[in-house]
């Protein structure tokens, strides 16, 4: 979700601090865009929902989304976020005129009378907020949905923590496994052809929780490595409930890692280059492996338990 174009305006900052009293920006013209003709009593309906017609004048014909100060006009009063204004060269992209600096002030107050329901409310979420606020809100709504765990492609899917499960079972073809301990076994005849790639997930379920269980190859500068980590199916806030640990070893050697799991809301690369979990040298792991080192044979073992 995009809230740039709120956290850096200053008008963006003015208009929710003080309502619809709006500045006129230095070095700007201005015109209050009369044309619009809508009050906010009538944008309102009496059950407190927007109507159509006022979303769709908030809306950026460009980008198609919401449009927050400064809203840019033409002088035929379309209107058009100021994102979108380098896109078109200069030119309304509604009738073709060159654009200058003009705000659509009677529009900025409009949205600022306004209260709209949160983006999220199919996945649960029944707040109702002013419309400048909105965009806040929604970057940290806990109702928001999560991206498909799986880091062996880009997949785009998104959708509550059941939904994601089903994905990955039935999309991905991911191990599923019951229980708080795990013990699995990692072989590659030639460790030397893979290099940067995901070789496993695999997904646990136990306290009635959903926990990945990573295991990947890549570079840490020039030297080969292999991550082994844990990453939680909810909410970082939840993920603080739980620990884990892991262990692999072999000659007479081991390695033990121990630490909370990240919530599926950092992304698989961020926890990989964040180094936050089991890192083990490729020389280490060959080592571990045993026989002539030629061949990676680690098994990983660990477990998962909440704290108290």
Wanted: charged fraction near 20%; include cysteine.
């Amino acid at each position: 979700m995009d809230t740039s174009m709120a956290s850096g305006n200053p008008s963006f900052d003015d208009l929710q601090n003080k309502g619809e009293a709006i500045d006129h920006p230095q070095n700007e013209d201005t015109m209050d865009c009369e044309s619009l003709n809508i009050s906010s009593q009538a944008a309102v309906k009496p059950n407190g929902t927007v109507s159509s017609s006022v979303r769709e004048l908030l809306e950026c014909p460009v980008c198609c989304n919401s449009m927050y100060p400064p809203i840019l006009q033409c002088l035929n009063g379309h209107t058009l976020c100021s994102g979108c204004k380098p896109k078109v060269d200069n030119r309304c992209p509604t009738c073709r005129h060159e654009l200058g600096n003009i705000r659509c002030l009677a529009l900025e107050k409009l949205a600022a009378s306004l209260e709209l329901p949160c983006k999220y409310q199919s996945f649960g979420c029944n707040g109702i907020y002013p419309y400048y606020s909105k965009p806040k809100h929604e970057y940290q709504c806990s109702y928001r949905p999560y991206g498909c765990p799986y880091a062996g492609s880009e997949c785009t899917v998104i959708g509550d923590i059941p939904h994601l499960v089903a994905h990955l079972k039935d999309d991905h073809k991911v191990d599923m496994h019951n229980g708080c301990t795990f013990n699995h076994r990692y072989v590659k005849s030639n460790p030397h052809e893979v290099e940067n790639a995901t070789w496993m997930l695999t997904v646990f379920s136990c306290f009635g929780q959903y926990f990945c269980l990573h295991f990947e190859a890549f570079h840490i500068g020039l030297a080969p490595v292999y991550i082994a980590f844990l990453r939680f199916m909810g909410d970082n806030n939840e993920a603080k409930n739980y620990s884990y640990s892991l262990e692999v070893g072999g000659n007479g050697r081991k390695l033990i890692w121990q630490g909370v799991p990240r919530s599926i809301r950092d992304s698989h690369r961020k926890v990989r280059d964040s180094f936050d979990g089991l890192i083990i040298q490729r020389n280490m792991a060959l080592f571990f492996s045993g026989g002539d080192r030629k061949e990676l044979k680690l098994r990983v073992t660990g477990r998962i338990w909440k704290e108290q």
